[in-house]
């Protein structure tokens, strides 16, 4: 089965710093993460960066599409894709690298996402695991670049998550920890994938989750999720 760490850092650390920057990830590192989870999407110009959103208002306060905004008019502190793998290399993190496609380049995305990963990606990192919660980025990232390990992203699990899974080539099952269910982490388990959770932020159902067989918690809180596990 896919081995993955106990605990990632989502987009860093995003309770202590502002999500899915440079900054962040330093933040999750200091505060004992091993890796890190960040969203991957396209520029006007076809430049990979690390944002989460569609729009640059909530993160940066600026009121612009990221798909109609090219990489010279982004705020500095927005990493290129390319950047994020340099501190990652500087810092040993490892990567989940969730591609978070805008609306109609959900193949365009992760095309690209695998070739920076195919050119740039630090050979003494661990490989790093790729996710989306859309199937037609992670088939398109599988015919380009088989060789990088995928995860299924659902909000919930319903009865095709394994259907949906086989037909990406998945090893692993990201889900939501507030809806995932014992008897389903069981099955997932069970049926050789390697499961991970977001985002827990608190210890106790941390805890829980791993009692019921979940491989890795995704969390804004590295230090506290492995604090609490670590009382295991
Ligand atoms: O990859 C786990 C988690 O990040 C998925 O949801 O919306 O935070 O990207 P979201
Ligand atoms: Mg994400």
Redesign the pocket.
């Known amino acids: 089965m896919l081995q993955l760490p106990k605990v990632i850092g989502?987009?860093g650390a995003a309770a202590y710093a502002p999500e899915n920057t440079l900054a962040s990830f330093r933040e999750a590192w200091r505060r004992g993460a091993t890796w890190v989870?960040?969203?991957v999407k396209l520029t006007a110009d076809g430049v990979p960066i690390v944002m989460?959103d569609e729009s640059l208002k909530r993160t940066m306060g600026v009121d612009r599409l990221v798909a109609e905004t090219p990489r010279a008019d982004l705020p500095a502190e927005v990493p290129t894709f390319e950047q994020a793998i340099v501190c990652f290399a500087e810092l040993g993190l490892g990567c989940n690298v969730?591609i978070?496609p805008c609306q109609g380049r959900e193949q365009e995305t992760a095309r690209v996402t695998v070739g920076t990963l195919r050119r740039s990606w630090p050979g003494q990192l661990p490989p790093p695991l790729l996710?989306s919660f859309k199937d037609a980025s992670l088939a398109a990232a599988r015919e380009a670049a088989p060789e990088f390990v995928r995860a299924i992203?659902l909000d919930e699990i319903k009865d095709d998550w394994r259907q949906r899974a086989e037909a990406v080539g998945a090893a692993g099952v990201n889900t939501n920890g507030k809806r995932l269910t014992a008897v389903q982490a069981v099955a997932i388990r069970k049926a050789g994938y390697a499961l991970s959770v977001?985002t827990i932020n608190d210890g106790d159902v941390a805890r829980a989750l791993v009692g019921m067989g979940v491989d890795c918690v995704?969390t804004d809180a590295p230090d506290v999720i492995l604090q609490a596990l670590s009382s295991r």
């Open positions: 989502h987009r989870e960040i969203d989460h969730e978070k996710s992203l977001y995704i």
